[in-house]
């Protein structure tokens, strides 16, 4: 089996506590969940319908105001627009922005499916809670960074793994149905770097931020 971020050769193990299946990639450290124990759309959807995210839970929007914080002051133009990817039934994040002074646009695949996106470049991106449910990670992140303007920002929030399988088998992260895909911040840099984008920083534990290379192409 290939890694289907990198296309190197992966090595398969067992998670036994979950009776699934992971696949390892060891150049660019990625784990992914065997196909075959996806879940449906539907069982997908009815996951995140049991979200209750609100500007009232205020341990929610703390975790958001310290990744804002993390690379807020990385964005250089007065008056910025920005795309939250994957915004989830309430968008809390896009409204933490707006108080910041942006403008957003939000998208997300099961709630607001309208692809606002289109034809539209933007200063920054931001992903939260949302590359861990992705089947094609590397797809969606070209698909970001065709929509980002030259030295723009993606900010990712995921959970990175501990590159040890023994450690991830005893890892929460992976018990949540919709979980399907885990990186460390290696994983998400030669992602970048197959789109045009480098590494700006990483908090080494859930946050990365890519910037768009000046002469990496967009729609324009």
Known sequence: ??????????????????????????????????KTFLLTKQEEKEKYDQHQNSLENLGYVAMFEGFLDFFWGELTCQHFLGLDFGSGPTPVLSELMRRRGASVDCYDKFYQPNPIYTNKLYDFITSTEVFEHLENPLETLRLLSSHLKPNGLIAIMTLFHHNDKEHFKKWWYPRDLTHITFYTPKTLEIMGEMCGLSLLKTDHKRILVLKKCSDAPSLH
């Not at 990198?6 to 992914?32: A, D, V």
């Open 1 to 34: 089996m290939f890694c289907p971020i990198c296309k190197q050769p992966t090595t398969l193990f067992f998670h036994e506590s979950l009776h699934k299946r992971f696949t390892y990639c060891g150049y660019c450290e990625n784990i992914s969940l065997e």
